[in-house]
């Protein structure tokens, strides 16, 4: 089945520790989001890559990093920097062609202790 | 910069009742508009989307959205919900002719009660 698939689905992590998230799509789509979730914010934009080997830092980028080695993965790092790195994070994919429906994976909720 | 307001971030109703979920958007060039739905503990899905033409779109699911422009709105209506409509619902915008980021509103629960 083609779709984007986040994991880990939970992830724990001491303060002051990095931690990847991986973003994984069989859609074929060129480009890869990253979002977060918090309550009552909605959904804000961390990076996003149109092509590979290419992405763009998005409105809350501080404290984030990426890669786009591959098409298929879109790997998200929250480093120690990010100040609040408790939240929910979502992944999307879409063609890139303006209009096109954006593709969601079921999301990483990460939570610093 | 685009910024997209939902006025209402949570909205009790009994089954069988309409609903109207408010959603206003500023924006200085045009845009595209969506309204996607989030179910507890998922990600996005795409419920429907207004590009051009018809101002009033139409899901699968019974809801509708009609695009406003001179009050810059598109608001979600469904004339009977169920109780499987219990969910989070996000309006977003993309700008026209600058890519498909998306940005989004704060996110309105709707709750449907027997």
């Known amino acids: 089945d083609g779709g984007i698939t986040q994991s880990p689905k939970y992830l724990f992590r001491k303060e002051g520790q990095n931690v990847t998230l991986s973003c994984e799509q069989n859609?074929?789509?060129?480009?890869m989001y990253w979002y977060r979730q918090d309550p009552g914010q909605g959904l804000r934009l961390i990076y996003y890559s149109q092509i590979v080997n290419d992405f763009q830092k998005g409105d809350i980028a501080e404290g984030y990093s990426v890669s786009r080695e591959k098409k298929e993965s879109f790997p998200l790092t929250v480093t120690s920097a990010q100040k609040n790195p408790t939240a929910f994070y979502l992944c999307?994919?879409?063609?890139?062609?303006?209009?096109?429906?954006?593709?969601f994976g079921q999301g990483t909720r990460l939570t610093v202790v | 910069a685009q910024s997209v307001t939902q006025l209402d971030s949570q909205v009790p109703v009994f089954e069988e009742a309409p609903v109207e979920l408010r959603c206003n958007y500023s924006?200085?060039?045009?845009?595209?508009l969506f309204w996607y739905v989030q179910y507890p503990n998922q990600g996005l899905q795409l419920l429907l989307k207004y590009l051009s033409g018809s101002t009033l779109v139409e899901s699968i699911n019974g809801f509708e959205a009609e695009f406003n422009k001179s009050q810059t709105s598109f608001h979600l209506r469904k004339p009977s919900v169920h109780i499987s409509d219990t969910a989070e619902y996000f309006c977003?915008?993309?700008?026209?002719?600058?890519?498909?980021?998306?940005?989004f509103g704060g996110g309105t629960r709707l709750m449907v009660k027997p």
């Open positions: 977003a915008v993309t700008l026209v002719n600058a890519g498909n980021m998306l940005t």
């Open positions: 999307a994919s879409s063609q890139g062609a303006e209009g096109t429906e954006a593709f």
């Open positions: 859609l074929n789509h060129d480009a």
């Open positions: 924006s200085s060039v045009s845009v595209y």
